[in-house]
């Protein structure tokens, strides 16, 4: 079977590559979905960009055996804090 999938992508956003499109759609794969709404939740005055790299750095630092929970994101959500007061 073949699909046509359009995606409006933001300015900068790379496209998706066939193997991110399949794991995304295989029964094979799993994954856990964080967005900047759930970082801002925890922490309203940051900024969208502050969010991202909360999500980014916690998705570089990835530890499968604690995973990604509100813990974790606090934990980073303090870091930008701090490199936010330092500047």
Not at 21 to 30: C, G, M, V
């Amino acid at each position: 079977m073949k699909v046509m999938i359009e995606i409006d992508l933001p300015d900068g956003q790379a496209i998706p590559t066939e193997s991110d499109i399949k794991r995304l759609t295989s029964p094979d794969w799993i994954c856990d979905w964080w967005h900047i709404d759930d970082v801002q939740s925890l922490q309203e005055d940051l900024t969208d960009d502050e969010c991202r790299e909360v999500l980014k750095t916690i998705e570089h630092v990835f530890d499968a055996t604690v995973g990604i929970n509100w813990d974790v994101i606090s934990y980073y959500i303090d870091q930008v804090i701090e490199e936010r007061e330092e500047a």
